[in-house]
């Protein structure tokens, strides 16, 4: 590893911090993922400063700084890069001993004027280096042989690995997420520590939890890796035990791997906002492969008049949409993000036939919640496709759906009640009553204008509602 030319990689900014910091006689040293991440030659994602000045030192010396965090000994210094714009840099002095449990705040502080303390609390030999800048050139500080893990790609715990596991759950969480992104391999008495101290992981925040899990699948360049690792070591089960409902149940017609593994696959060749409906879209699959749920299904879908659909697993379309969301809200997703994937897994068995009218297709977009949501929808049967070597697929399909989806974008489109040429102040005006009979006369407008765009227009549809007022007062 070269270490020479380290010192140019680091923003200018930081370094006057560090360096006002030393001018002021205190310690400053780079610490933490920056330090990792500059020796892998992977760009850092922030820069963090430890020092042992005590916060309102480091106020002193930053007199523009920001001490929201003073308490935990932190203070955000605001500095100015050479186009003027401002930075905040994380100063943060050297503490021994934090209570991260619960994902609240620190719950504990204790503060330290030697840095070895400070960097002997974190989680792991890479995560616990230091770098020092003097005289122009770097020098790293590695107590707990870092460099060394880093070269041979080990997360090991620093210190005795149970301890620091049982100190903190989110620890395990956190070295499956740096196993899956870094592609390294957690040393053996770190993983069991990991396995053993699961009750501890078990009494982390879903919100912890859940953002470690996105890092770990948006940073990952093959996000199975982790999975794999949460699985091994029992702290899948803890979030997502629907996901371990999938193993072992194969599908030899259609599939090479079980579904568990073909979910896994999935993920790994998805776009990042496609990741989690990648992960969920055949997690239904397990609670239909049962037969009295697929007698109910057929029943109901008899009685409703429908065809009997084609595709193996029926109906698991239905209940991974539900199970998605189901987890998704468990796991305190926003809202949008919800109600986007759990429309992708919803509609990804979509089948398109020829014979499709405009109104179909339109249809077929508002069903898929809109435009967007298409494209991502083609993007999702690709990636699923792709993962399973046993596809029939043939991109032929989308592409005829693709071309007759822009066909009908090219003509005028409304999908939506608040793009129809009247609305319910003109029913009242027809003496509608307010109430919910207003909404349910837009819907059936909506859906005549979805059939034949040219209806929208004020006068036509005024006489439409008419009969409709006439049928429903
Ligand atoms: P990244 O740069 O990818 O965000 P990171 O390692 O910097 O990863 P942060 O959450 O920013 O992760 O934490 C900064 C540093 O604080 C870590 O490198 C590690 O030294 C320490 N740290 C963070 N979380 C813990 C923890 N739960 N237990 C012990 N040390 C921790
Ligand atoms: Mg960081």
Request: glycine share 6%.
């Amino acid at each position: 590893m070269n270490h020479q030319n380290l010192l140019y990689k680091i923003p200018p900014e930081i370094l006057k911090v560090i360096n006002d910091l030393k001018t002021a006689s205190f310690e400053a040293y780079l610490v933490g993922g920056c330090v990792r991440d500059l020796l892998l030659n992977n760009p850092p994602k922030d820069y963090d400063i430890a020092t042992n000045a005590k916060p309102e030192e480091i106020s002193k010396v930053f007199p523009e700084s920001v001490t929201t965090y003073a308490k935990f000994g932190t203070v955000l210094v605001l500095t100015k890069d050479e186009h003027k714009e401002t930075h905040p840099v994380e100063v943060t002095t050297y503490r021994s001993e934090m209570d991260y449990r619960d994902g609240r705040w620190p719950m504990k502080v204790e503060f330290t004027s030697k840095l070895s303390k400070d960097l002997g609390r974190r989680d792991f030999t890479i995560n616990a280096l230091a770098m020092e800048i003097k005289d122009n050139e770097t020098d790293i500080i590695d107590l707990f042989n870092g460099v060394s893990d880093l070269h041979k790609g080990v997360i090991r715990a620093v210190g005795t690995p149970q301890l620091r596991m049982e100190e903190d759950g989110l620890r395990g969480f956190r070295a499956c997420r740096l196993a899956s992104t870094l592609e390294f391999e957690v040393e053996g008495e770190t993983f069991s520590a990991i396995s053993k101290a699961k009750s501890v992981s078990a009494q982390v925040s879903v919100e912890r939890i859940r953002d470690e899990f996105i890092r770990l699948l948006m940073e990952s360049h093959k996000p199975s890796i982790g999975i794999e690792l949460l699985r091994r070591t029992g702290l899948l089960e803890l979030f997502l035990p629907e996901l371990l409902e999938g193993i072992g149940v194969t599908q030899p017609e259609y599939h090479v791997d079980d579904v568990y593994h073909h979910l896994l696959a999935c993920v790994d060749v998805a776009l990042d906002e496609l990741k989690l409906a990648a992960l969920f879209h055949d997690i239904g699959k397990p609670r239909v492969k049962n037969v009295e749920f697929e007698q109910k299904y057929l029943q109901r879908l008899l009685k409703k008049g429908k065809v009997i659909p084609k595709h193996h697993f029926f109906g698991h379309d239905e209940e991974s949409a539900r199970m998605t969301e189901e987890i998704l809200v468990r796991m305190k997703f926003p809202k949008v993000e919800i109600k986007k994937t759990v429309s992708l897994v919803r509609w990804h068995m979509f089948y398109y036939q020829d014979e499709w009218s405009d109104g179909a297709v339109r249809r077929f977009i508002k069903r898929v919640g809109g435009e967007e949501n298409v494209d991502l929808l083609f993007k999702l049967r690709i990636a699923d496709a792709d993962s399973n070597p046993k596809s029939e697929f043939t991109p032929a399909e989308i592409q005829k759906l693709e071309e007759r989806i822009a066909e009908v974008r090219a003509k005028e489109m409304i999908l939506s009640v608040n793009d129809l040429a009247i609305n319910g102040k003109d029913l009242m005006g027809l003496g509608v009553p307010e109430g919910p009979i207003i909404g349910q006369i837009l819907q059936h407008l909506l859906k005549e204008v979805i059939e034949d765009p040219i209806l929208n227009e004020r006068e036509k549809l005024l006489s439409i509602s008419k009969n409709q007022i006439k049928n429903k007062l």
